[in-house]
């Protein structure tokens, strides 16, 4: 009920103080005539009139979307006291200059979703530390573009924190574009045209964060990155990268995820990741890598996560990951593998998750997989597997201790659905594990299971049914009929 009136309450003082057609603001901004508003929110608004109704009032934040009309050009803005202002959707083709010059404490600035071509001016943003200026038609960014010129005639670097250029078209980044950037946390350029980096693009700059996904990229310099010793994530997913000299990635010693998945990397050599000995996640799934040098991942003693699905790997070598103690998540999916060599992952005992679905697989190995303790979710799906070995893992998951910290651990997934399984006498402890909810074949969500091709009288049964005995059966049907 106080809700209503409250709401009632803000309706009318709206409508007493005639806000511009299709703006509204927050109760505590129409309660003071001091203070700040907090927020203002316009849709559909006719622009010049919404900026001339708060000329000389400081507001907290004030979004303008969907103008009406459009504004092809965007001038001379009257005077206003604003930390975030977004102008969206808006068909903004220019800015000028001095459109900001009556702007004040503007610290993040937001024109994404125009059709800007050209990089507005910043002369006259003294504090801004966000601009978003994705989806716009940017094709260029000119050298000095985030230096201020002083009173003094001196540049000034700008104190950007996020600059978001994504979605435009601009085509390279050439040397020096970006000096000025001193303390950037996240620089976004993905989803652009670039098909080119100069080798000193990032000279002078300190980047946190640096996207460059979606673009037109073949390949990478050893001295591309070399600007960047403190840059903590990197992602050059979707390009048609095909080369990575050595080196490439040498300087980031400070470097935690990599994403270079989704190009066409056929090969990766020994060199190729030294120096990452920070790095912790790896995507370099949906390449086109057939095999990989026995030591391409020993650089890399913190590696947690690392996604290798959707390539061409058949052969793996036994050390391949020998040096990942602390790996907790393997992605193999969608490979060629037939087998795993003894070994594989016996180094890394904090591995929890392997995924090895849609390969070929025909037998497994229990030798690849000594002391993988800690190992909880196996997915083994669509591959020819007809059986499971007893001492799969190392140790089967009924005995001893391991039976004993299922509790603390949860469920033991052996996910098996897609291979032609042999429910023989062999498989037995399989299904007596699944009786009492030690393993699950199926995921959580999956109301089917394995399904039997072997021998003749369990052939159409799932997994589960194959190892139920007729007394079971006959007390599952009067416990279920009870109900009934």
């Keep these: 009920m106080i809700s209503f009136f409250l709401f009632v309450f803000v309706l009318t003082l709206q409508q007493a103080i005639a806000l511009p057609n299709g703006c509204v603001t927050d109760a505590s901004s129409l309660s003071s005539e001091n203070d700040p508003i907090d927020y203002v929110k316009c849709s559909g608004s006719n622009f010049t009139e919404v900026m001339e109704f708060y000329r000389d009032q400081n507001i ?20 206003i006291t604003v930390s975030t202002l977004a102008i969206l959707k808006c068909s903004i083709e220019e800015v ?35 601009l978003h200026l994705s989806r716009n038609k940017i ?36 040397n020096d574009n970006f000096v000025g950037l001193t303390s950037v946390e996240a620089l976004h350029l993905q989803y652009n045209q670039i098909g080119d980096i100069g080798t000193d693009a990032f000279r002078g700059v300190n980047i946190i964060g640096l996207n460059l996904g979606g673009n037109k ?22 390009n048609h990268l095909h080369e990575l000299e050595n080196g490439t990635f040498a300087p980031m010693r400070n470097l935690s995820a990599l994403l270079l998945d989704k190009n066409d990397l056929e090969q990766l050599s020994s060199q190729m990741f030294d120096g990452l000995e920070s790095l912790f996640y790896l995507d370099l799934s949906y390449n086109k890598l057939s095999n990989l040098d026995h030591d391409v991942l020993h650089k890399m003693p913190k590696l947690m996560n690392l996604s290798l699905a959707h390539n061409q790997l058949s052969n793996l070598s036994p050390s391949l990951l020998s040096k990942s103690e602390g790996l907790f998540k393997l992605y193999l999916q969608n490979n060629k593998i037939e087998t795993l060599p003894k070994g594989f992952i016996s180094n890394s005992p904090m591995l929890r998750e392997i995924y090895l679905s849609n390969n070929t697989l025909r037998e497994l190995n229990s030798d690849a997989f000594v002391d993988c303790r800690l190992l909880r979710f196996f997915d083994l799906r669509y591959n020819n597997l007809t059986t499971v070995p007893e001492d799969f ?31 023989d006498d062999k498989l037995k402890w399989l ?26 009288k369990h052939v159409g049964k799932s997994l589960k049914d194959a190892y139920v005995t007729v007394a079971e059966q006959i007390t599952y049907d009067e416990i279920t009929n009870s109900f009934v």
């Design 60 to 79: 907290l934040e004030l979004i303008i979307e969907n103008c009406n009309p459009v504004i092809p050009r965007l001038t001379k803005l009257p005077n």
């Design 96 to 130: 000028d200059d001095d459109t900001f010059e009556n702007v004040h404490n503007l610290t993040t600035l937001i024109l994404a979703q125009n059709a800007i071509t050209t990089f507005i001016s910043l002369d006259h943003l003294p504090v801004i530390n966000e």
């Design 139 to 174: 094709n260029h960014i000119p050298n000095g573009t985030f230096q201020r010129n002083s009173v003094a005639g001196n540049k000034t670097d700008l104190n950007f924190k996020f600059l978001d250029l994504s979605y435009n078209n601009l085509t390279e980044i050439t």
């Design 217 to 238: 990229l073949t390949r990478l310099t050893a001295g591309t990155f070399s600007s960047l010793p403190n840059l903590g994530a990197l992602a050059v997913h979707e």
């Design 393 to 423: 893992v190392g140790i089967n998951p009924l005995q001893g201790v391991f039976k004993l910290l299922l509790p603390t651990f949860g469920d033991y997934f052996l996910l098996l659905e897609g291979n032609p399984i042999v429910c």
């Design 431 to 456: 299904g007596d594990a699944m009786k009492d909810n030690s393993v699950r074949v199926n995921r959580i969500c999956a109301t089917t299971f394995p399904k039997c091709v072997a021998p003749f």
